[in-house]
Structure formats: C-alpha cells, structure tokens
C-alpha cells in the first residue's frame, strides 16, 4: 500500500488547525483504523542520525 505524503500533510494540517481553533477533533473509525495500519506497517528508526533540514 502505497502513501501518498501531501494527502496525509493535507489531513494533519487540518487536524492541526481544529486543534488550534479549539474545535473537538473527532474522526471516522475507518480512518483512524487506517492510521494505526499505516504506524504498524512503517518501521521508523528513531536512533537513526538525521540528515538535512528538520523543522520542529
């Protein structure tokens, strides 16, 4: 299953800016199924050095 990142970055930003705004961020079940589907299937090395720009 392939990701596409600027649809996911669409979704977080709008998460985000509910958050922001103080609005309750309730979200389907099948999407949040789909979200920790994707977490499971990502292994992310987190003591892996970092190159390049990061922004936090």
């Keep these: 299953m ?14 985000d800016a509910d958050i922001d705004e103080g609005r309750a961020v309730l979200m389907p079940e099948d999407l949040l199924v789909s979200m920790r ?3 499971e299937e990502v292994y992310v ?11 936090i």
Aim: proline share 4%; net charge negative.
């Design 2 to 15: 392939a990701c596409d990142a600027t649809k996911i970055e669409t979704v977080i930003d709008m998460i």
């Design 37 to 39: 589907q994707i977490l």
């Design 45 to 55: 090395d987190l003591d892996e050095p970092i190159e390049g720009d990061v922004c």
